[in-house]
């Protein structure tokens, strides 16, 4: 791709707030290949769009229900990227996605389960041993600490069966709530929360749906916001997004199905007004 001739992005000014960009859709580029600017135009609401920005209502249901739908047709089958088997092989997958990809945990845990097929056998090994295996997903010291920590509750405490209670799940040491979401959600099928990573946060601040930035309080929004049907799809549809266009940075805004109905301050593309607030 020509440089410079990339997806049409707001002016870096600053001025996006209370502007509609208006680029023509053909012919950016200027005598000589050079990209024209993009010419924002001050966004001046009529006495009834005035209205209508008062009367905004992120939350409001019809705007969710349209989110849900839009995320139904662009992933309808979206699922848990992680690969795993049972139960405690989605625990152990989970405790090391921290802070790496899944494609990165992927590569790993084939010949991991290969080594400790059970939970008793990672259960019967001490942190030290297991290090080495998962040493190039990341912190593999605290990981291996979880992953053996878990292994040897779940043996001791639940006769080697992970549980499917949040509260159960949460004294096993290295699972938070992110995590119990996942297994109870993916394996379980349970709807006891809603996953909250770094794609759900960063997507869900720019769609509005919560003003907040801690994991704990975003997750309370998001079941407030979400019918209970609907959480444990919206969560890997989210992820998904985040992953494939509602990337962090220079999301693919021309390309989103979400685009109206997004007012996210950091858009690449957009038609709509952008809120300041409305972004991580
Ligand atoms: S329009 Fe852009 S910022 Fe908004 S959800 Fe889509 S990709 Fe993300």
Request: glycine share 6%; aromatic share 6%; with cysteine.
């Amino acid at each position: 791709m020509a440089r410079g001739v990339g997806p049409r992005q707001p002016a870096r000014s600053g001025r996006q707030e209370g502007v509609r960009t208006t680029v023509k859709s053909a012919g950016f580029l200027a005598k000589g290949g050079r990209p024209k600017a993009v010419v924002p135009t001050r966004f001046s609401p009529t006495p009834a769009g005035r209205k209508a920005r008062q009367r905004y209502d992120p939350l409001a249901p019809e705007r969710i229900q349209e989110i849900l739908k839009r995320l139904d047709q662009l992933y309808p089958n979206a699922t848990c990227a992680l690969h795993h088997k049972s139960a405690w092989e989605l625990v152990v997958a989970t405790i090391l996605s921290a802070q790496s990809t899944d494609v990165n945990v992927n590569r790993v845990t084939p010949e991991l389960f290969r080594k400790y097929p059970t939970v008793e056998a990672f259960a019967a090994i001490t942190p030290e041993q297991l290090q080495p295996d998962i040493y190039s997903t990341g912190f593999f010291r605290n990981k291996a600490k979880s992953v053996v920590g878990a292994a040897k509750k779940v043996v001791s405490d639940f006769g080697g069966q992970v549980p499917n209670d949040m509260d159960k799940l949460l004294t096993l040491p290295g699972v938070a709530r992110k995590t119990a979401n996942v297994v109870l959600g993916t394996w379980f099928g349970k709807a006891e929360g809603v996953v909250v990573d770094t794609h759900v946060t960063r997507i869900a601040r720019r769609l509005e749906l919560t003003k907040n930035s801690d994991a704990a309080k975003i997750e309370q929004d998001l079941m407030q916001a979400i019918p209970r049907d609907k959480w444990i799809l919206f969560s890997h549809q989210i992820i998904w997004h985040g992953r494939k266009l509602c990337i962090a940075r220079r999301p693919k805004c021309a390309d989103c199905p979400l685009e109206n109905l997004c007012h996210a301050a950091d858009k690449t593309w957009t038609t709509v007004e952008l809120h300041k607030n409305a972004k991580l």
